[in-house]
């Protein structure tokens, strides 16, 4: 069997490692472990109680105002204390959290191999995102196995001095979360979500609330939402606000008490996904939702200045609108007012997945280590929403 160590610390990542946690559990070749560092704790505890995911060592490193410092230090020492009891075969780290980081540091220490799941993302600009870009050029430069998304990320690797046969394309496994999550029959258990007529609105989901954006860029992502619920009078927008005081302080400063502005506390990942299949359309600075949204036929307002997910504006899955108001407003009227717009977003195809994404990972793992003796083909995307 191979022995596999999960290791991952916020709720990003836990929605999109869950599925593939699942896959692997599922699969009589592995040994599978998981071990959190909760770099964030309430919101990672939701994932797992959802996926029914119960991992075998928890850090609880996270503390009030922690800095990227002493997640890096906590993380670090109790990672090496785990993967020498547990002895690895290959530590699993997704994406580009410090604890992703920190997971590959610590498993290059004890010379373990590193798979990268949603390997070779990049912007080109180590402060944008950050610390993202660099946590996931680092961990790409320590690992020796490699799960892209795309053939773009396979292309950004290979440019990089990766070799190609250690490198799978696999699509994404946030989509692959997606069918756990959305429910026709689905009921909220938030109020202010149960009570809006979807049927009737035209509910705009929203978050907010990268690092590069506190300050000007949210006043203008808020301003700009306010002019939108003004002018529109069947819009609703349902924002749900993240913990960070600095974020709260702006958004509630300028939409609170707004007419049809829903300001919620942070909703789990269910109640999130089914949100925005009942929406009418999704504005984010998340970089998960751009890669989720797309499989649910929904527009999609990035409100960033860069993406490190350029495949969806090339295959029309987003709009990339910035931070400046007049500019996100504008782009939101387009979709309000033309339905012929609207329709070619919704139906675009979505390059990030069709659902089996952690199959993939699984059986290139099995080829990685020589159980399958032929390699698994790589994701090519198709029309159509997963199934």
Excluded: W
């Excluded at 699509?171 to 007529?197: C, M, P, Q, Y």
């Excluded at 987003?318 to 782009?331: A, H, P, S, T, Y």
């Excluded at 080829?367 to 159509?384: H, M, N, Q, S």
């Amino acid at each position: 069997m191979i022995k596999v160590l999960s290791i991952f610390g916020t709720r990003p990542e836990a929605i999109k490692m869950a599925p593939l946690i699942k896959e692997l559990s599922q699969n009589p070749h592995f040994d599978s472990k998981v071990c959190v560092t909760a770099q964030h704790r309430k919101q990672l505890d939701q994932v797992l109680e959802i996926f029914d995911i119960q991992p075998e060592f928890d850090l609880d490193i996270m503390k009030n105002r922690q800095t990227l410092t002493d997640i890096t230090v906590n993380a670090l020492q109790g990672l090496e204390k785990v993967i020498k009891e547990v002895k690895p075969d290959i530590v699993l780290a997704h994406g580009d959290t410090t604890t992703t980081f920190v997971a590959s540091l610590a498993a290059f220490y004890n010379k373990v191999p590193i798979g990268h799941v949603e390997a070779g993302l990049r912007t080109f600009n180590k402060y944008s995102p950050y610390p993202e870009e660099i946590n996931r050029k680092l961990t790409d430069a320590m690992a020796d196995v490699f799960f892209a998304p795309t053939e773009l990320s396979k292309s950004n690797l290979i440019k990089e001095g990766i070799k190609e046969n250690n490198i799978f394309i696999t699509g994404n496994t946030a989509v692959d979360s997606l069918k756990t999550t959305i429910s026709r029959d689905f009921e909220f258990h938030t109020a202010e979500l149960k009570a809006i007529d979807y049927k009737a609105k035209r509910v705009i989901s929203v978050t907010a609330h990268r690092r590069e954006n506190i300050g000007e860029p949210l006043e203008n992502i808020c301003r700009a939402l306010k002019t939108i619920v003004t002018n529109y009078s069947d819009v609703e927008v349902v924002y749900a606000v993240h913990k960070n005081p600095a974020v709260r302080e702006i958004v509630y400063k300028i939409l609170n008490d707004t007419p049809r502005v829903h300001l919620l506390e942070p909703i789990d990942i269910s109640e999130m996904h089914n949100l925005m299949d009942r929406s009418y359309m999704v504005l984010t600075d998340s970089g998960g939702l751009q890669e989720e949204v797309p499989s649910l036929g929904k527009p999609l307002l990035v409100t960033r200045t860069e993406t490190e997910r350029p495949e969806a504006i090339e295959f029309g899955t987003l709009k990339l609108v910035g931070v400046v108001e007049r500019d996100i407003v504008n782009v939101a009227e387009v979709f309000l007012n033309d339905m012929s717009e609207y329709n070619k977003m919704a139906n675009a195809i979505n390059p990030y997945g069709d659902g089996h994404a952690s199959e993939r990972i699984a059986n290139s793992l099995l080829y990685y280590f020589g159980i399958l003796k032929e390699r698994p083909a790589d994701y090519v995307p198709t029309l159509g929403k997963p199934k």
